[in-house]
């Protein structure tokens, strides 16, 4: 009876210990007794968190600003960055942009004419991509825009669209001379030759006499020089340009002018009724002016015909940025394929991704477009550090030039002194 009395007692002292020891269950469970909380679970650490603000210098017309700030105002949203977005005044060359960065008023990102980039960052007031960029540049962007990009063996700007020159022409303007369009040096002797002998088209050129890359461009063709030379010997007149020179000093009243009496619109208007051949702009000049009339020509490089500058603008990271990091996010957003597309489709300007090329449809890009473009393949033009300042000397005395001012003999003597 004893013996069994403390085998009771036993169960009794163990039920006891078992309830009082903590249990895994109670540990998760709230106490309304003792009003406990129950253990949190850990938070994310991946929660975002805000880039802080950047400031962000631009150099647009007024209706390019617009839709800028509209894109800007959507990448802002998503990556959680503040941007201060600023347009220069029109009037700002490169060199009053420069000397606003020497005494310190620099902002986060600057978008850069691409042939000003050597000469910011050989000045040192740009970083180099690889400091803020995570992406890759090399293979993925057109060569002709990130050449302009290169220097001392760095990539300086991230490209955001490309402008390249084009030729707008009038098929029937061609079929009244008795030619096709010229590939080469003596195709476009040849359509001199008969233009002079005709009397349909006062005019067998057009561009805006203050536009040097249009005039270079010009000169490229009538000489059939696809490979440019060297930026140090960019403006040294060889003798086929003194050949094609004198040439266009026999054209000149043959030779219109996008800002001349006539007017840009009314130069247009010629070119649309065959009293102009052909017109050497911009290509995104001539998407705002699309006309059943004409046609857009971009010379392939694997063939004989000149070459024609490639215009376009980039976004270069200030060297005393504070906040690298949201610089790049931002630039990397701006750049991307989505925007790319959308800029193409507001402002015309050509996307820089060679993968927008490569799609299906091409993405609606203009069929005009040869591969030897979107391939890289050619020598790749020139732009080095000192192309913004020659090429204001050289927009001065080739606007003299056309107007008559500067004869033939002082043209090329001031262009060998360069």
């Given at each position: 009876m ?14 006891a ?6 249990s895994?269950?109670s ?7 003792y009003?406990?909380?129950?253990p ?11 880039l ?7 150099q647009?017309p007024?209706?390019e ?6 894109i800007?105002e959507?990448?802002?949203d998503?990556y959680r960055?503040?941007v201060?977005?600023?347009n220069?005044?029109p ?6 942009i420069?000397?606003?960065l020497?005494?310190g008023?620099?902002p ?6 691409n042939a000003?980039?050597?000469?910011f ?14 992406g890759?540049?090399?293979?993925e962007?057109?060569?002709a825009s ?14 955001m669209d ?6 707008i022409y ?6 009244k ?15 001199i030759?008969a233009?002079k ?5 006062p005019?067998?050129?057009a ?8 005039f ?7 000489t059939?020089q696809a490979?440019?030379?060297?930026a140090?010997?960019l ?18 009243p ?10 840009e619109?009314?130069?247009w ?11 050497l702009v911009?290509?995104s ?5 699309p ?5 857009v020509?971009?010379p392939?490089?694997?063939?004989q ?5 490639i ?5 270069a990271?200030?060297?005393?940025s504070?906040?690298t990091?949201?610089a790049?996010v931002?630039t990397?957003?701006?750049?991307s ?6 800029w193409?489709d ?6 820089v ?5 490569y799609q299906a449809?091409?993405n609606?890009?203009?069929s005009?477009?040869?591969?030897s473009?979107v391939?890289g393949?050619?020598t790749p033009l020139?732009?080095?550090a ?5 090429m ?6 080739s606007?003299?030039?056309l ?9 090329l ?5 360069m």
């Amino acid at each position: 009876m004893k013996r069994k009395n403390h085998w009771v007692l036993f169960a009794i002292l163990l039920l006891a210990l078992i309830n009082l020891s903590p249990s895994e269950t109670s540990t998760l469970t709230r106490s309304e007794d003792y009003d406990e909380a129950e253990p949190v679970a850990p938070q994310n650490q991946e929660t975002e968190q805000d880039l802080g603000t950047i400031s962000v210098a631009v150099q647009l017309p007024e209706d390019e600003f617009l839709r800028l700030q509209q894109i800007n105002e959507k990448v802002m949203d998503e990556y959680r960055v503040q941007v201060e977005l600023t347009n220069l005044p029109p009037e700002d060359n490169e060199a009053s942009i420069r000397q606003k960065l020497a005494l310190g008023d620099s902002p986060d990102i600057l978008l850069l004419n691409n042939a000003w980039i050597r000469r910011f960052a050989s000045a040192g007031y740009l970083l180099p991509t690889e400091s803020y960029y995570s992406g890759s540049l090399s293979g993925e962007v057109l060569s002709a825009s990130l050449n302009q990009s290169e220097w001392n063996g760095y990539i300086w700007a991230v490209p955001m669209d490309a402008d390249p020159y084009v030729l707008i022409y009038n098929p029937e303007s061609l079929k009244k001379l008795g030619t096709e369009l010229p590939a080469s040096k003596n195709a476009w002797q040849d359509l001199i030759a008969a233009f002079k002998k005709q009397q349909s088209s006062p005019y067998i050129f057009a561009l805006d006499y203050r536009d040097p890359y249009a005039f270079m461009s010009l000169l490229w063709q009538l000489t059939g020089q696809a490979k440019p030379a060297e930026a140090t010997s960019l403006f040294k007149p060889t003798e086929d340009v003194k050949a094609a020179v004198e040439q266009l000093d026999e054209l000149r009243p043959n030779i219109a002018d996008f800002l001349g009496a006539e007017g840009e619109e009314g130069i247009w208007n010629k070119l649309y009724n065959g009293e102009a051949v052909f017109a050497l702009v911009k290509w995104s000049d001539a998407a705002s002016h699309p006309h059943a009339n004409i046609r857009v020509v971009y010379p392939d490089r694997e063939s004989q015909a000149g070459a024609m500058w490639i215009g376009g603008r980039s976004y270069a990271v200030s060297a005393r940025s504070d906040n690298t990091e949201a610089a790049g996010v931002w630039t990397s957003a701006m750049t991307s394929q989505l925007q790319q597309r959308t800029w193409y489709d507001e402002t015309g300007y050509l996307p820089v991704l060679k993968t927008m090329y490569y799609q299906a449809a091409r993405n609606g890009l203009p069929s005009w477009i040869p591969a030897s473009l979107v391939n890289g393949k050619g020598t790749p033009l020139p732009a080095g550090a000192g192309i913004p300042s020659s090429m204001e000397k050289y927009a001065q005395l080739s606007s003299a030039f056309l107007n008559g001012e500067l004869g033939v003999k002082p043209y090329l003597e001031r262009l060998n002194e360069m």
